[in-house]
Nanobody, 117 residues
Framework: QVQLVESGGGSVPAGGFLKLSCAAS????????MVWYRQAPGKERELVAT???????NYRSSVKGRFTISQDNTTMTLYLEMNNLQTEDTAVYYC???????????RGQGTQVTVSS
């Protein structure tokens, strides 16, 4: 049984910083990478960042240069460092398994990020 548990969300002013964590337990297929995505009220889900099992990272353009995705394969923890947060970053952030070869479909329960102007 795979579980993904996010933490680290909160409320910050614009320009602030948050670091999200996603603790994984259980067996995740080796073909899977990990992703962070977000969903704001009334908006479509957005893919924020992805990281492959070997560490290759990709970002949506609006967060490139501000967000950093990383992982600790020893502790099975995924991270998302978010700098210079903007009001448009306000959303519930989810970690999930991902990748074109990934047969697994697991997602955490989400953590709220609120950025005030």
């Amino acid at each position: 049984q795979v579980q993904l548990v996010e933490s680290g969300g909160g409320s910050v002013p614009a320009g602030g910083f948050l670091k999200l964590s996603c603790a994984a337990s259980g067996h995740i297929d080796r073909r899977c990478g990990m992703v962070w995505y977000r969903q704001a009220p009334g908006k479509e889900r957005e893919l924020v960042a992805t990281i492959s099992r070997t560490g290759t990272a990709n970002y949506r353009s609006s967060v490139k240069g501000r967000f950093t995705i990383s992982q600790d394969n020893t502790t099975m923890t995924l991270y998302l460092e978010m700098n210079n947060l903007q009001t448009e970053d306000t959303a519930v952030y989810y970690c999930a398994t991902g990748g074109s070869q990934c047969p697994d479909n697991y997602r955490g329960q989400g953590t709220q990020v609120t950025v005030s102007s």
